[in-house]
DNA sequence: ACGCATCTGTTATACAATAACATCGATTGC
DNA sequence: GCAATCGATGTTATTGTATAACAGATGCGT
């Protein structure tokens, strides 16, 4: 049972990670929703309430220019650490990467700033290998 | 008139644009809206079309994060070029700096996993400079 | 004039997120 | 046991963000 691998996640919170592990894929709030309503899920608020601890946890990424979330892909990932997420515009296939030398870039960017760094968002759109090789596009 | 300063701009683009280059910060399609009705702006299709334009021809940029839309600052600004913003929790000043260190790692990375890289959205949250001696938190 | 593309105006709708309030259940302290 | 508390839940209603669909207007090349 996934909860014991993460201490305490409550029913709400557990039907909303297994869908977003299910999925392979980010998906919406809602489309969260549309899946979870036969296991009792009716309302948009379980699920962002779900999703906000499931955040907090580390366990799920907001990938904020799809207005959609992942389960985090990379075990060990710290949620302090600055992602990289690559999503292909013509599959929608989303890969999450841990760059130590961009995550330091952009804290010496902050830093000449005089930015006191929190978080960091970095989305990359694009094609990913298999697209590129399927079109000439 | 700043519709010569960028070749054509249409009347709404032009009201759309002037909005956001008066605000000196972020602006939500829909308190663009609020702040045109006095010029005949009434739905939102009128703001989301104007904008569309204006993004196509990189005068403006999209805050994924905030939902929002801010007036490029940085005149010479290519849109081909990765723009890095910082957003501060605290007051929401917006910042637009330009970083070819970041650009070229965040190509690189693009590289090592076979991802042809079209556009980077870089959102960097924290505090200014100002909100940080203003406060120890 | 005609065809074509682009911009425009309007209504209605879909999608995303939060507010407000009541309830339930487990835990703590007495 | 029992009140107090805290976190999670369920529900309804509302706000905020963005697009669909259709019609009309404008400009331009032929
Ligand atoms: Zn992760
Ligand atoms: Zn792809
Ligand atoms: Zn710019
Ligand atoms: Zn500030």
Redesign the interface.
Known sequence: MRSSEHGALTKNQELVYDALTDAKGPLSAYAILDGLREHGIRAPLQVYRALDKLLEFGLVHRL??LNSFVACSHPECDSRETM?F?I??KCGKV?E?A?K??AG??QS??DL?????????????????AC?TASTQ
Request: glycine share 4%; hydrophobic share 45%; net charge negative.
């Open positions: 904020e220019s990289v690559t292909c515009e890969s990467l760059d030398a961009i870039q952009l960017l902050a700033d005089h930015f006191a760094l929190k978080a960091a968002t970095v989305e990359l759109r694009g094609f990913c290998q590129q």
